[in-house]
């Protein structure tokens, strides 16, 4: 079993950054892949940011190419999101997901272990 807790979200205006962090308990957690994913009102829950086991690859949503950076710190079971350039579309619940069995670039569905997710707002 994996407990992930993020932390980071809040208020921030257009153009600003926001440091997501993710803490993953469990004794396999750093054998996981680990995504980042968001969910806007009224809309469907879609991948932001996924990392390898390794941290040695990564994937990003187009949107968010440039100005999201995923990265991860093995030896403190951690995951960070860099957020930066922020846009008012940006806004949603953002939550952290261990893989488990899957790859890192499988699908939000095949992710075995959720957050319970932190809420970003992004003012124009």
């Known amino acids: 079993q994996v407990q992930l807790v993020e932390s980071g979200g809040g208020l921030v205006q257009a153009g600003g950054s926001l440091r997501l962090s993710c803490a993953a308990s469990?004794?396999?957690?750093?054998?996981?892949?680990m995504g980042w994913f968001r969910q806007a009102p009224g809309k469907e829950r879609e991948t932001v940011a996924a990392i390898s086991p390794s941290g040695g690859n990564t994937l990003y949503a187009d949107s968010v190419k440039g100005r999201f950076t995923i990265s991860r710190v093995n030896a403190k079971n951690t995951v960070i999101l860099q957020m930066n350039s922020l846009k008012p579309e940006d806004t949603a619940v953002y939550y952290c997901?261990?893989?488990?069995?899957?790859?890192?670039?499988?699908?939000?569905?095949?992710?075995?272990?959720w957050g319970q997710g932190t809420q970003v707002t992004v003012s124009s």
């Open positions: 469990g004794r396999t957690s750093n054998l996981y892949g």
């Open positions: 997901a261990a893989a488990g069995g899957s790859s890192y670039y499988s699908p939000s569905s095949k992710y075995a272990y």
